[in-house]
């Protein structure tokens, strides 16, 4: 791997991958308060040069947390699959960024890649790719959702409802959330952060949200962001989960910050499955 490149009269050296990853990506103050960030515009494009012409195997080879450290990049690294990887492992970053924006490149194309990528790859390409870049690449790409409405189609636009109250008051949250299905919102979820995690609280506005969604027939679904684990205990005492919904860190360590670990989203997802309250196929937000 070459892991440097002049810019300007002035050779720029990168000590790894992840180094290089970290210096490409545009300014962000959180890199930059993490000691992480490109010091100057010239070693970023300078990283970025070095990352367009760094082939998938050498991020495959090169994950951010070492394979052995880290649940999340074992879940990634034993997905891929190696038939498709072996085809394109020697595209560098640039050629796969170019695959996917040449005019002949299909979704069905970008699907079938995609089984041999990392994150790593895929978070490469958006380091080297412009906002138009990535509007146009990510216009071909197709996720389909279904549930009690279908999201992701091409020519539709869907949009998350957040009737939100600072003291979780049902009357509150449901005000804000007939509003907002007055003004046409809330097809793709109705969502409520909860400031309360307990599971009363949180089944109190399961339960309101649902019979809302009975009472007028409404084509959504919903779900109350409390934490995973306080989610999967409304479901074993009978509370209508439309949806089982949990942020994810890209770490291990990240998840652990606030305790969650594949094999408790396993266990939600197998209760999700049995028990939601959804009308169409079970639908696993994360």
């Given at each position: ?40 515009e010239e070693e ?36 891929v699959n190696e ?72 020519g539709t636009l ?129």
């Amino acid at each position: 791997m070459i892991l440097k490149a002049k810019v300007k009269g002035r050779v720029y050296k990168f000590k790894d991958v992840k180094e290089v990853l970290a210096k490409a990506n545009e300014e962000k103050s959180g890199d930059i308060l993490a000691g992480i960030a490109a010091t100057s515009e010239e070693e970023r494009i300078a990283a970025k040069y070095v990352l367009a012409n760094l082939t998938l195997e050498d991020l495959r080879n090169n994950p951010v947390v070492p394979y052995e450290e880290d649940e999340v990049t074992r879940v990634i690294q034993d997905q891929v699959n190696e038939h498709v990887y072996n085809k394109i492992k020697s595209w560098t970053v640039g050629q796969l960024k170019e695959f996917i924006l040449d005019h002949k490149t299909t979704s069905a194309d970008i699907e079938y890649i995609s089984q041999g990528l990392t994150s790593e790859m895929v978070a490469a390409v958006a380091k080297i790719s412009s906002n138009l870049d990535l509007i146009y690449g990510a216009a071909k790409i197709r996720r389909v959702g279904r549930c009690n409405t279908t999201l992701g189609l091409p020519g539709t636009l869907s949009a998350r409802l957040q009737p939100n109250h600072p003291t979780d008051s049902v009357e509150g949250i449901m005000a804000a959330t007939m509003e907002g299905v007055s003004l046409g919102i809330g097809d793709a979820v109705i969502g409520i952060n909860p400031c309360i995690d307990e599971v009363e609280s949180v089944s109190r506005l399961y339960w309101a949200l649902y019979e809302f969604i009975e009472k007028w027939k409404i084509p959504a679904q919903h779900a109350v962001l409390a934490h995973v684990t306080t989610q999967m205990k409304c479901i074993r005492q009978g509370a209508p989960v439309g949806v089982v919904f949990q942020s994810l860190g890209g770490t291990q360590k990240a998840n652990e910050a606030f305790g969650i670990n594949v094999e408790m989203l396993d266990e939600a997802h197998e209760l999700i499955r049995k028990y939601s309250t959804a009308k169409g196929p079970n639908f696993y937000v994360l």
